[in-house]
């Protein structure tokens, strides 16, 4: 009979849990000095491991090694004949209730009546009390006493997801561990060991996507690697997984195109942000979802501004978190601020309307419009220094008759000074001309949409796409991963607008040249192999054999 893969790949050894190295380490030390708890208290999101790590436990407690004669130990044997029964879900002296169904005081009592009996077979006698926040303020009252002074041959193990719900009388007569979400780079090698294990080719972006899918949860993950098995398995049972199809089973809508998303809506760019919605909509995507996962961004942008070092996130992969960190260095925390008031203002709205996406687009065009209006303490000094007021409409390609550089953009919107603050509030933009020239090479293109503020599409342009061929006002590039299939129309578009060259913009098959980060990566590499070949770098490096080249300036 066919076992699911969390269940089949189930630890059954602290060897065999990933990610949770701080307890790991902790249990090693207590069950080495003997210093073993008579409690432990488990919390995590679900499907990190808490259910599992205390059977891990209570095998730990109970091996007696194969020669019959161990210890407590934090690397069962697995063949004596506690860890067997253990591990089997059968050992007399191994409890193990569901909170989740028996929530009264009478189930807890059955447990405090059975406790002053000694185990039968084992070492020690083990409650393992999953969903444990589930009990009612009675069970736990009674539990109290018992879980304070138990016998000596008695452990308790909790599991719960909801740490909050938990009286504080409890957890402090437990030793707490909280397992954390497991980085979406380590959970994606554990999900390509466990598809090499099934003999199934699984390459690092369907990995990663379902790693950044399952949110951190080892379970969530193997489920859905499941799922994605018996999805892309053909009948002559050949196995191959693709993202793009992997996309679309797990109903997501590309991050990337939701980076895409907002940084519309942080420009002004109306038209261009109801067109990407209404694509999203088109392919199935939920408008309530939409507007969690905009405001899930834009709170991950926001710290991102406030403090680079956080970038790092196991929610996101690589590419949104280097999406995010532009987007991050290209808008200002006002904006954000303001977007994520009206977002948060916008999901009240939606939980009422008859419309949802009707609610969403209009939630758009609200922070679109917003986007480029001063601060009020802004307002308040443009109009006592005279300064030219923002216009009334929201920035786009045809309208906005002047730049803001990004330093000053919440301090004034133009250092042309006005008669007055009246006529500085009367005066109307006037449209942009196009001021720059037809790029001659593909770097030409790329800097343009840096200098633009283009920050999607120019990442986009640097990561994503290899150059195949180029000659003025046509281009063709290769994607190397999966993209919004409007991004060619798009860069198409802005390249229209800023030149005086009608472009074309193709995306082909045809594998092209490196590119420019990959080319930028090859030339730090070849920097650095030159510094280190270097007399005065070896002469240091002898004397000082753990040093590691950070930083060099080239002597021009």
């Not at 069970?139 to 002074?149: G, V, Y």
């Not at 060619?488 to 229209?496: C, D, F, G, S």
Request: hydrophobic content about 40%; proline content about 4%.
């Amino acid at each position: 009979m066919y076992r699911v893969l969390a269940r089949k790949y189930r630890p059954s050894t602290f060897d065999d849990l990933i990610g949770q190295e701080v307890l790991v380490r902790t249990l090693t030390n207590a069950f080495a000095s003997g210093r073993i708890a008579h409690a432990f208290m488990l919390t995590g999101i679900r499907g990190i491991g808490k259910t599992t790590t205390a059977r891990i436990i209570a095998r730990g407690l109970n091996c007696i090694g194969p020669d019959g004669n161990g210890g407590a130990t934090t690397t069962p044997c697995g063949v004596c004949a506690n860890c067997v029964a253990i591990g089997e879900d059968r050992h007399v002296d191994v409890i193990e209730m569901d909170a989740a169904s028996r929530t009264g005081v009478d189930d807890i009592r059955d447990i405090i009546d059975s406790v002053p009996y000694a185990p039968v077979n084992a070492r020690y006698k083990i409650y393992i009390i999953d969903e444990v926040h589930m009990l009612s303020k009675n069970a736990f009252n009674a539990l109290l006493k018992t879980l304070e002074e138990p016998p000596p041959y008695v452990k308790f193990i909790f599991a719960t997801t909801e740490i909050r719900k938990i009286p504080v009388t409890i957890i402090s007569r437990c030793q707490r561990f909280d397992l954390r979400r497991v980085e979406t780079s380590e959970l994606a090698r554990h999900l390509q060991n466990v598809a090499g294990k099934e003999s199934i080719a699984l390459d690092d972006a369907c990995a990663q996507l379902i790693a950044v899918a399952a949110e951190g949860s080892v379970r969530d993950s193997l489920s859905i690697l499941d799922q994605a098995i018996a999805m892309h398995t053909n009948e002559q049972g050949i196995t191959t997984i693709e993202v793009a199809s992997l996309r679309g089973m797990l109903g997501l809508a590309d991050k990337s195109t939701l980076f895409t998303l907002l940084d519309h809506v942080l420009s002004g760019k109306s038209e261009e942000a109801l067109t990407l919605t209404q694509s999203m909509q088109t392919a199935g995507a939920d408008g309530l979802q939409l507007l969690h996962d905009l405001i899930e961004i834009t709170h991950y942008i926001s710290r991102i501004a406030a403090a680079p070092a956080l970038a790092r996130d196991v929610h996101y992969g690589d590419h949104e978190q280097s999406l995010a960190s532009h987007l991050a260095s290209t808008h200002t925390m006002g904006k954000l601020a303001r977007c994520w008031q009206l977002l948060l203002k916008g999901l009240e709205e939606m939980r009422i309307a008859t419309h949802p996406f009707a609610t969403l687009e209009m939630l758009l065009l609200r922070i679109a419009y917003t986007a480029n209006l001063p601060t009020p303490a802004a307002l308040i000094r443009a109009l006592e220094s005279g300064e030219q007021a923002l216009p009334s409409k929201p920035q786009s390609a045809q309208t906005l008759s002047f730049e803001v550089p990004a330093a000053r953009a919440e301090a004034s919107y133009s250092s042309a000074p006005a008669r007055s603050a009246q006529q500085a509030l009367a005066v109307q933009p006037q449209p942009v001309q196009a001021s720059f020239a037809s790029p001659e090479n593909f770097h030409d293109v790329v800097a343009l949409f840096d200098e633009k503020r283009e920050a999607i599409l120019h990442a986009h342009l640097t990561h994503d796409l290899q150059l195949v061929s180029f000659t003025t006002g046509q281009i063709e590039l290769h994607p190397i991963s999966y993209l919004a299939p409007d991004i060619a129309v798009r860069i198409q578009r802005r390249l229209n607008e800023w030149t005086d060259t009608r472009w074309s913009i193709r995306f082909v098959d045809t594998a092209g040249e490196e590119t420019i980060a990959q080319r930028t990566e090859k030339a730090k590499a070849q920097a650095v192999e030159y510094a280190l070949a270097h007399p005065r770098a070896q002469e240091f490096l002898q004397h000082f054999a753990d040093a590691k080249l950070v930083h060099f300036t080239p002597n021009t």
